[in-house]
């Protein structure tokens, strides 16, 4: 059976020019965005008559959709990584740069305490 909203679209003639002249105006993130994506793979999942193979199939977008899975460049799905894992890929910081940049601005500072010009890299000024 037809829901209310696809039997006006259809019988309608009121409707039907008031829906023509809105989807001609509208804007394509207004018809179509994420959270309408969601919604209508939820009533995929929650339809008695859809095979479960569908189901599946809205599963896999929902997750993907959600974050809780990746597509990888073969096309496949996959657990997405969590925080942690993403963080343990951050290469170890350099700490003997750290130091320099911090002896640097240190350096700086008391130049600046001092009242001179600071110096350039090259021993120059500014």
Do not use: C
């Not at 994420?34 to 793979?41: T, Y």
């Not at 601005?105 to 000024?125: F, I, M, V």
């Amino acid at each position: 059976m037809r829901d209310a909203l696809g039997m006006a679209a259809e019988y309608n003639p009121y409707f039907k020019a008031r829906l023509a002249a809105r989807l001609k105006d509208a804007q394509p993130t207004e018809l179509w965005n994420e959270k309408k994506v969601i919604n209508h793979l939820l009533k995929f999942l929650r339809g008695e008559r859809v095979k479960d193979t569908v189901k599946v199939m809205a599963i896999d977008r929902l997750n993907v959709l959600l974050g809780i899975t990746v597509i990888d460049d073969a096309g496949n799905t996959k657990r997405a990584p969590s925080l942690d894992e993403l963080l343990q890929n951050i290469p170890p910081f350099d700490h003997e740069f750290i130091a320099e940049v911090e002896r640097t601005r240190a350096a700086g500072l008391r130049q600046a305490e001092a009242g001179e010009r600071p110096r350039s890299a090259k021993g120059g000024t500014h």
